[in-house]
Structures are given as C-alpha cells and as structure tokens.
C-alpha cells in the first residue's frame, strides 16, 4: 500500500526498521516519508549502533513468564548488522524454537542523513533514561529515538538548493587542490 500526504504522523517503534538490505530500508524510509503530510513528524525508535557493539553482543538469557529465551548476539562490521541468534523454550509445554534475526545497525549520523535523503528534517534524538526518554539521556549506550519532520515545499527547495551551492563550492576548491 502506499500513501501520499495522508498521515500527521508515523511512529516506527519497536526496532522494527532495519531487517531489509540497505536499499529497501532506505526505500522503506522514503514510503514513510511520503505517506507525510506538510510537517507531519516521524518517530523512530532504532538500536544505537555503538550501544549493541558496547553492550549486548555475547551470550545472554533471559525469562518471561514460562517462557525462557537463550540470544547469542554478534556482529558484522563489514554489513553493520547483528546477528540474533535466539533458542525460546516453553517450559510449560516443552516446545523449543529457534529463530536468526538480521537488523542493520544505525549510527546518529547515517540517520540524519537518510532521513534527509527522504526529505525529512531532523528535530531531535533522544535516549532512554530511568525517567523515560530525554535529549540528555541519549549517549553511547542509550537507545536511539529519532524525531524528525517532512520538510515544507520552500524550506526543502531552500535546502536543496544551498547543498547544490556547497556541493560546486566543494567540487571547486577539490579541483583547485588538486
């Protein structure tokens, strides 16, 4: 389904973007961008790629109610993805599953610039804290929640322009050093 200017606002929770190869995240982005009215906002609640790399890679388990999960987590540095790989025991019924997750890990700033690749403006970032979420609380071993907006018509074409601008004044003083 896709959508065009119908939606005040899109929230991707969960970390549930990422699980695609990078072309269809991106193309992903660009359809939640687009179902976006005129300054609708996006949220976006994704790993912080360095916290996984600080914090989660390794054997872990953990249990929840009569259900008990065994996660052994690594990482790719060439693809930037995690590897999940999870055992989930029934305890009550005995029933075992396995399951492998593939999720592309994000930086702050490959955000940003998707997000502006999809014609989005970044607002804010905010980490989780015993609080709740804060702009103070993201840091290296937070979570990572991005806000951002659909750009209007002007200010996009103001923007485009300007990087056009740096853009030939980038390629000039490349072709004057060289």
Not at 21 to 26: H, L, R
Not at 35 to 47: E, V
Not at 108 to 126: I, S, W
Not at 159 to 164: A, H, K, L, M, N
Request: aromatic letters at 12%; a neutral charge.
């Amino acid at each position: 389904m896709r959508y065009n200017d119908e939606f005040d606002g899109v929230v991707c929770w969960g970390n549930s973007f990422g699980f695609f190869p990078d072309d269809e995240n991106e193309r992903v982005l660009h359809s939640m961008a687009s179902s976006l009215r005129r300054n609708g906002r996006l949220i976006f609640d994704l790993h912080n790629k360095d916290a996984v790399i600080r914090n989660q890679l390794g054997r872990k388990w953990f249990r929840k109610d009569h259900t008990i999960v065994l996660a052994d987590w690594s990482f790719d540095a060439r693809l930037s993805r995690s590897i999940i790989k999870e055992i989930i025991i029934d305890v009550n019924t005995g029933t075992i599953k396995e399951s492998v997750l593939s999720m592309r890990e994000y930086t702050l700033h490959e955000m940003k610039r998707m997000l502006r690749d999809a014609g989005l403006e970044f607002l804010q970032v905010y980490g989780d804290t015993p609080k709740g979420f804060t702009p103070e609380g993201f840091s290296i071993d937070s979570s990572l929640l991005v806000l951002a907006q659909k750009y209007e018509e002007h200010i996009m074409l103001n923007r485009i322009y300007s990087w056009q601008i740096e853009r030939v004044y980038m390629n000039k003083r490349t072709y004057l050093i060289k």
